[in-house]
């Protein structure tokens, strides 16, 4: 994602607009980050304002030399393993939320191939489930991999673990997975 | 699984990452190991379920709000603070009015001028000494050392 200097050197003088436009530029990604890592839409939005807040707070340390989105991805990436995450909100619904079962009625009006449907969601579930009990690192890994495409070494770099570490944690991190995938497959 | 092919060839594969002698190595591993060939079609879907659930996210409808309340409450949090160091400021200025008159105001109390003046002697008196002493002492080991 480039974002125009010009914008961040607005934002250092502290120009409103220019931080709005900041903030639209990466809203998505960061959204998809933050719910990536948590799994549930409340707890994406805290962790995204308290990462726009420290954008705010310390855009002045940025180095307009440097690239912008590695600071970013950093900042976003210490906030949700910071994030003490909100009980109420961690719920996955075992038996398919409102949605699903609307998606479901949508499908059979479409006249797929239900089945399939139905052991995707399934899948989908049970890797969702699998990933909320990881812990917050372990997590984040798969989040590196899988979201932002990042190599095991930038990985490794950016979360401060050593090289094997993280290709281990991300190896038993999917073996897991399979496993509880293989019941259904 | 009771087959001892090194499973670490099949994760390099998922991830693309198998050299091309590996990559045949484990093709033709697969054509006779149906264990094998079950691990490599699992953590495919298994790869392949990971990159939806960390790809294919609904964005909430109201989204972009979330930047403006941002920019609200840091903008309140910006005056507030301006108010405080403001605050600050002007008692900081304050304490320097008070103390530049109470050093002005110790002058004309009687004997302070006097007291000044034998603080000022002393002090010189103790340096010069100090200097002669450690001067002579090094001296003493240079001609030591020759």
Redesign the interface.
């Known amino acids: 994602m480039n974002v125009d200097i010009n914008v961040i050197k607005k934002c250092k003088k502290n120009d409103k607009n220019a931080f709005m436009e900041l903030f639209k530029q990466y809203e998505r990604y960061l959204y998809k980050l933050c719910y990536s890592y948590v799994q549930n839409e409340q707890d994406s939005l805290d962790i995204m304002q308290e990462v726009y807040i420290k954008i705010f707070k310390n855009i002045n340390k940025f180095d307009t030399n440097m690239p912008f989105h590695p600071w970013i991805r950093r900042i976003a990436v210490n906030t949700c393993l910071n994030h003490k995450r909100s009980l109420k909100y961690n719920t996955i619904s075992l038996s398919g939320g409102s949605d699903e079962y609307q998606a479901l009625e949508e499908q059979l009006a479409a006249d797929t191939d239900i089945e399939q449907y139905i052991e995707n969601m399934d899948l989908e579930r049970i890797v969702k489930q699998q990933l909320d009990t990881m812990s917050p690192k372990h997590r984040m890994v798969i989040i590196l991999r899988y979201y932002e495409g990042l190599s095991y070494d930038e990985i490794a770099e950016m979360l401060e673990l050593p090289l094997g570490t993280v290709k281990t944690d991300l190896y038993r991190a999917r073996n897991a997975l399979k496993n509880k995938l293989a019941g259904i497959v | 699984m009771s087959c001892k092919f090194d ?2 060839i099949i ?1 390099r594969y ?1 991830d693309n990452d198998i050299d091309p002698l590996e990559l045949i190595f484990l093709k033709e591993h697969i054509k006779y190991c149906a264990d094998c060939k079950r ?1 490599v ?3 495919t ?3 392949q ?7 294919d ?1 609904d ?2 409808f109201d ?2 709000f ?6 609200k ?3 309140e949090e910006k005056k507030n603070r301006s108010g405080v160091s403001s605050a600050m400021y002007k008692g900081a200025i304050i304490s320097k009015g008070i103390a530049i008159s109470l050093s002005n105001y110790i002058k004309f109390i009687p004997g302070t001028r006097l007291i000044s003046k034998g603080i000022n002697a002393s002090t010189e008196f103790i340096g010069k000494n100090t200097k002669t002493f450690f001067k002579n002492k090094i001296e003493k080991v240079f001609a030591d050392l020759i």
């Open positions: 499973q670490e994760q998922i691990e079609e699992l953590l879907i298994t790869d379920k990971l990159f939806n659930v960390c790809n996210i964005l909430p989204l972009d979330l930047a403006e309340k941002v920019m409450q840091c903008d």
